[in-house]
């Protein structure tokens, strides 16, 4: 079943390309014809420097006419087996160009929370190293899949009108050569997947381990944690020396099988032998020595293809599963918004892996301009909730409401600008900072970005930076540091001024000098905005014109601070824990800034 849709994949990716492949196995398979049209032409040529009264399939011709029929052929034969590999070429890169576009078209469409979910090491290995593939297949397989069929079909119709005693014995031969190859080649194909098994754990092993390093080296010298990596490598290498050992005896017997040796040998013994005994002219032993030769060179490819068929297969089925992945749908009747109440109705959420519901049944508003803490214990739901509204996922259940709209019939531009997302995660690219920051609206004018920063308490750090706004911030900004990179994306999401703010307060990087830092940037972020936020501070759940109390998926309680101390007691409960946490966290720091 898998092989099968594995296989529909292949073709159906190829599709677009579908001409550039039939010209080219057409091509192909025309060029297998004609050579051994011109092998048969070769033989009469030969045999007639010996008798120039040859006369052969009842043809006779003098020795120029024959030559110019073989360099003519010859040449035909030669020139469409090189526009066949030209098609194909062309062919591949066209592919190649239409499979990235799309998919990149495509990924700009499917829920973030998919790539998110997938993870970019995985994305990234199909959208080069699987189209390679398949750029790999079209332009070099395509043009030998013709030649490898044609080619021993027309050798073995011109064998049997040439002289069929000789055609039987050179496909007895092929036949057994076929069946002791494969007899042979049966261990190698299980050591060949263990070896492409092993060598696809190490390339994990590896993206891993380079992905972990900066989380892995706090916790030892890196040595316990190169062993993942390390056991992955001595798999590979165990297995690789299986399949060579297994492989490279069996390969190099099958290859002497099936190379045109044996052929040779009995094509010529027993025609020698028809030759002798007067049976058989001298030009149609010639003849079918040639072609047979020809023959079972051009099965050799054969063997290989399918391995590489396989590949290619596997490469397109990882292309179709991302391809097939559904696009977020827009209906784009909205095109703007008048204000920015937002309303949870009746919604529900269930990731695709996971059995139980991740929220269930939510009620809940936020009127413009106000702000909405939400609280709850780990799991409880609260990245989900906030993640919902940009539509990183789509709710399972219920709408989301933003000006009474669902937010599915909104545009995603108007989306995209009403709504700005600020989480832990940031992502910088590796360029300047001013590029990283103008990234929130590109017309952004350098006093805007200045007073962004400004706002984001990150321009005098940028002031200190050898090239201030244009220092380049490094791989993913590794030359910033955690609470930095964060106040460089709130400098952004400040830019962008959108009147919905998303948010998550967590403030793991903070010391008490940035932590006061990052609290102001966020109070400037916030300032007249319409905000959901993920509050982890005291003083921003108090402050908050409605707090939201989520646990395993449901809104437990939802009301203002006062109006929960008395009528929640889960609230209660974990206000106390906050508060608990929140004295320690003074005792500790000694000069925590926190209201
Ligand atoms: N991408 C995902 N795929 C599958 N399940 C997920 C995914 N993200 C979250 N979940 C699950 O959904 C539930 C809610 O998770 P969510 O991240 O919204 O909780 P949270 O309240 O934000 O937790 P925390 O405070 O620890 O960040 C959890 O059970 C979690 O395991």
């Not at 060029?31 to 007639?48: D, K, N, P």
């Not at 057994?176 to 049966?186: A, D, E, N, T």
Request: net charge neutral.
């Amino acid at each position: 079943m898998e092989n099968e849709k594995m296989k529909k994949s292949l073709w159906a990716i190829m599709k677009p390309v579908n001409l550039h492949i039939n010209s080219a196995i057409l091509l192909a398979a025309f060029s297998g014809i004609t050579s051994v049209i011109a092998l048969t032409f070769l033989a009469f040529v030969v045999s007639l420097t010996v008798n120039t009264n040859t006369t052969f399939l009842g043809i006779t011709m003098d020795f120029d006419t024959a030559f110019i029929y073989l360099a003519v052929i010859s040449f035909i034969s030669f020139f469409s087996r090189k526009y066949a590999f030209i098609i194909s070429h062309f062919g591949a890169f066209k592919l190649e160009e239409i499979l990235r576009t799309n998919l990149s078209k495509h990924l700009a469409k499917v829920p973030l929370g998919f790539i998110t979910t997938t993870g970019t090491g995985k994305l990234k290995k199909v959208l080069l190293d699987d189209i390679k593939n398949l750029h790999a297949f079209v332009a070099d397989t395509t043009p030998m899949i013709g030649r490898s069929i044609s080619t021993p079909i027309a050798s073995l119709i011109l064998m049997l009108i040439i002289d069929y005693r000789l055609a039987f014995a050179s496909i007895v031969v092929l036949i057994l050569g076929v069946i002791i190859m494969s007899y042979v080649m049966k261990d190698s194909q299980v050591y060949r997947q263990a070896y492409e098994n092993s060598q696809s754990n190490i390339n994990k092993a590896v993206v891993e381990f380079v992905q972990a390093m900066p989380i892995v080296r706090t916790f030892d010298d890196g040595t316990s944690s190169f062993k993942r990596y390390n056991e992955s490598l001595e798999n590979y290498k165990t297995n690789l020396k299986n399949w060579i050992n297994e492989t490279g005896v069996a390969a190099k017997f099958a290859m002497a099988i099936l190379s045109p040796m044996p052929t040779i040998l009995a094509v010529s013994g027993i025609g020698a032998y028809f030759v002798l005994n007067g049976s058989l002219d001298l030009v149609s032993f010639l003849a079918v020595l040639l072609i047979a030769t020809g023959m079972s060179d051009a099965l050799m490819p054969l063997m290989w293809m399918s391995n590489f068929v396989k590949k290619s297969q596997a490469a397109a089925y990882r292309i179709a599963d991302i391809s097939n992945e559904e696009e977020l749908y827009y209906s784009n009747k909205v095109k703007e918004l008048n204000s920015f109440d937002i309303e949870f109705k009746n919604v529900g959420f269930k990731y695709e892996n996971r059995d139980s519901n991740a929220l269930e049944n939510i009620n809940f508003e936020v009127k413009q301009g106000t702000k909405s803490a939400i609280i709850g214990s780990s799991g409880a739901g609260k990245s989900t909730i906030a993640k919902l509204i940009p539509r990183f996922w789509d709710v399972s259940f219920g709408e989301i409401l933003i000006d009474n709209q669902n937010i599915k019939d909104i545009d995603s531009k108007t989306l995209m600008n009403s709504v700005a997302f600020v989480f832990q995660d940031t992502y910088l690219f590796h360029d300047t900072i001013k590029n990283n920051i103008k990234l929130a609206n590109e017309k952004a004018t350098d006093e805007q970005v200045i007073q962004a920063c400004k706002a984001a308490q990150i321009h005098e750090f940028i002031m200190t930076l050898p090239n201030g706004y244009d220092t380049l911030v490094g791989d993913k900004g590794s030359r910033l540091s955690g609470g930095q990179k964060q106040r460089v994306t709130i400098a952004r999401a400040i830019l962008r001024d959108a009147q919905i703010i998303v948010l998550d307060e967590a403030t793991s990087y903070a010391d008490a000098q940035s932590e006061e830092k990052l609290i102001k940037a966020l109070a400037n972020l916030m300032k007249n905005k319409t905000v959901i936020i993920i509050a982890h501070r005291l003083s921003t759940i108090k402050d908050a014109d409605q707090i939201l109390l989520f646990e395993k998926g449901r809104l437990l309680a939802k009301g203002t601070h006062e109006e929960l101390l008395k009528n929640s007691f889960d609230y209660i409960d974990l206000y106390t824990s906050y508060e608990k946490a929140y004295n320690w966290d003074i005792d500790n720091k000694g000069n925590h800034n926190d209201k």
